[in-house]
């Protein structure tokens, strides 16, 4: 069954770091993109980053310089999300996504709380 399978969420306090993984499925194939959206509570889902799989990565202006969005290059379908300087606004759950000619496959989402 294709699918993407995010982990590594939890909760940390102001200024922590957190390392979310997406792994994708091995049957998932002709991915074109990969990202990471996340999801506050009462707002719409938003984008966070993307990687293309020549590794060339977008971030949302929020994020960027604190986040860093990485391919395993040791593990195929294997993509990373480095948060750090995390912010109480950054609380969200947080989804990935992969991108293929045929169609997006989204994971389960993790929840992301960044509270004292």
């Known amino acids: 069954q294709e699918q993407a399978v995010e982990s590594g969420g939890g909760l940390v306090q102001p200024g922590g770091s957190l390392r979310l993984s997406c792994v994708g499925s091995?049957?998932?194939?002709?991915?074109?993109?990969m990202g990471w959206y996340r999801q506050r509570p009462g707002a719409q889902r938003e984008f966070i980053a993307s990687?293309?799989?020549?590794?060339?990565?977008?971030y949302a202006d929020d994020v960027k310089g604190r986040f860093t969005l990485s391919k395993d290059n040791a593990a195929t379908k294997t993509w990373y999300l480095q948060m750090d300087s995390l912010k109480p606004e950054d609380t969200a759950v947080y989804y990935c996504?992969?991108?293929?000619?045929?169609?997006?496959?989204w994971g389960q989402g993790t929840q992301v709380t960044v509270s004292s």
């Open positions: 996504k992969i991108a293929t000619w045929g169609q997006d496959y």
């Open positions: 091995q049957k998932i194939w002709a991915i074109t993109d």
């Open positions: 990687i293309s799989p020549r590794g060339a990565t977008t």
